[in-house]
């Protein structure tokens, strides 16, 4: 399989992260690819039509796309214990982790372009406020509901990729006020998947 991928992406890393934990990395060719929507990139265009990474190429199948789906096939891919509850209270609590830490890194996509990406005289700080007040209000959530102490999980995998990349890209930061957050998050860095897939590089728009 290969897996249309980018450095600097918390999407991308989310999948290969998924992939190492599963030991399924190993049968996966990683491609980095540039993306932006003001930089048409026609080679992931031809797999995607929404023109972003991550996308898995299956050999004789069809093209998957986005994280969420791509994880998903992944986990009925491996004979190790499922990374998404396939069923219970426990399914749910997983996709939930997963729907904020996807929340939380488009709430940062969408601050960068009103920070840095955008030119400056098309930027709307409102929108930005807006979007800020979407990641603390998150942090204090997640402060109170990360469910620290459940079997690994592909909301623990999202949600780490993702805090990862508000650091990197120095966005508004979660370490203020949230230890339990924070120690949660020290010690997920610590695993090797984490280790093997760094984050570096620059948005081209
Ligand atoms: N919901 C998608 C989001 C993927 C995404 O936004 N990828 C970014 C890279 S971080 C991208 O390729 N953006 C290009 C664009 O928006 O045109 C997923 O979970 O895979």
């Known amino acids: ?28 060719e990683v491609i980095h690819h540039e993306t932006s929507p003001t930089a048409r990139n026609e080679e992931v265009f031809k ?6 990474v991550p996308v898995l190429l299956r050999p004789g199948l069809t093209p998957l796309f986005d994280s969420d789906v791509i994880c998903a096939y992944l986990d009925a891919l491996h004979g190790g214990p499922q990374l998404i509850p396939p069923n219970g209270e426990a399914r749910w609590q997983a996709l939930r982790l997963q729907a904020i830490a996807q ?19 098309l930027r709307y700080p409102a929108l930005q406020d807006g979007h800020v007040h979407k990641l603390r209000a998150s942090y204090d959530w997640l402060e109170r509901n990360l469910d620290i102490d459940s ?17 990197f890209r120095q966005l508004p930061s979660f370490r203020e006020q949230h230890p339990s957050l924070n120690h949660w998050f020290d010690e ?17 728009d």
């Open 1 to 28: 399989m290969k897996l249309l991928y980018q450095t600097h992406s918390p999407f991308a890393r989310k999948v290969l992260v998924f992939a190492y934990e599963t030991d399924l990395a190993k049968q996966i």
């Open 47 to 52: 797999q995607n039509p929404l023109g972003k």
């Open 103 to 121: 929340g939380l890194a488009e709430s940062g996509n969408a601050i960068r372009w009103e920070s840095v990406r955008r030119p400056a005289a």
């Open 151 to 167: 079997q690994l999980h592909v909301g623990h995998i999202a949600l780490a990729t993702t805090l990862s990349w508000i650091e």
């Open 188 to 204: 997920f860095e610590r695993r090797p998947s984490m280790r093997k897939t760094p984050l570096s590089g620059e948005t081209r």
